[in-house]
């Protein structure tokens, strides 16, 4: 944790969290001095990256390689329609700037299997929020050599889950088996999706990364946690 106390202004931004019972102090530190980084800018990146500038993590990375379109903007709510044709990296620093200057944002290319440890290197815990098994494996694979915690997010239609993969616990290849590949998979463009889900996954994902870094409950290691948007419905199941 760092030493320096937090600002007068920093006592103000964060004070919901600092009379907050099992947080306080210790627990805003604890953020202040986390190195996050988010794989992806898009549906889930969005909340996410919201939520933990908010938060107040100190260092977020921020991987992704894409352009905003204006097709995006239905469920990718950081970015506006001013910034069409600009890199969602570079348009949610811009957000984060505005939300929290306390953020230190830092602007990562495209995980790929040659680059993920590497990139994972300088960071205590990722979140990923991609839409293909390939990054989605090599994060995993990076995250578990380097043993950091791994929160994982996925939507499709109207359903989506959010899982924990951390060291200890089982990983990646224990929920998607080796022979799945993103031809299995229904691409959103091919499909839909309806936009609030990825704001309801993305916010729990949020949580748990909270939840690793302050200590605070009980973290979905092991565990999957599911949404029926048309249901309203949560069901979880072990694995």
């Known amino acids: 944790m760092p030493s320096e106390p937090l600002s007068p202004e920093e006592t103000r931004r964060y004070g919901r969290h600092l009379v907050l019972k099992g947080m306080g102090g210790r627990g805003q530190q604890a953020l202040k001095a986390a190195r996050v980084l988010v794989v992806g800018a898009g549906g889930l990146g969005s909340p996410v990256i919201a939520y933990l500038a908010g938060a107040g993590v100190g260092t977020l990375g921020i991987a992704e390689h894409d352009s905003i379109a204006l097709s995006n903007l239905q469920r990718q709510v950081i970015h506006t329609s001013a910034g069409i044709g600009l890199g969602k990296a570079e348009s949610a620093r811009d957000f984060v700037a505005g939300l929290n200057p306390h953020v230190d944002v830092r602007l990562l290319p495209q995980v790929t299997a040659a680059n993920a440890?590497?990139?994972?290197?300088?960071?205590?815990?990722?979140?990923?929020?991609?839409?293909?098994?390939?990054?989605?494996?090599?994060?995993?694979?990076?995250?578990?050599?380097?043993g950091i915690p791994l929160v994982s997010g996925a939507v499709s239609m109207f359903?989506?889950?959010?899982?924990?993969?951390?060291?200890?616990?089982?990983?990646?290849?224990?929920?998607?088996?080796?022979?799945?590949s993103d031809d299995d998979l229904p691409s959103c463009e091919a499909t839909g999706i309806l936009g609030p889900l990825t704001g309801v996954i993305g916010t729990l994902m949020a949580m748990e990364a909270i939840k690793l870094i302050t200590g605070i409950g009980t973290p979905l290691i092991g565990r999957v946690l599911t949404y029926d948007s048309q249901g309203a419905h949560f069901s979880e199941f072990a694995f």
Do not use: E, I, K
């Open 117 to 146: 440890a590497g990139t994972l290197r300088d960071y205590d815990l990722v979140l990923d929020g991609t839409d293909n098994l390939a990054t989605r494996r090599a994060v995993a694979a990076a995250a578990a050599a380097a």
């Open 159 to 180: 359903d989506g889950q959010v899982t924990v993969f951390a060291p200890g616990g089982p990983g990646f290849d224990a929920l998607y088996p080796a022979s799945a």
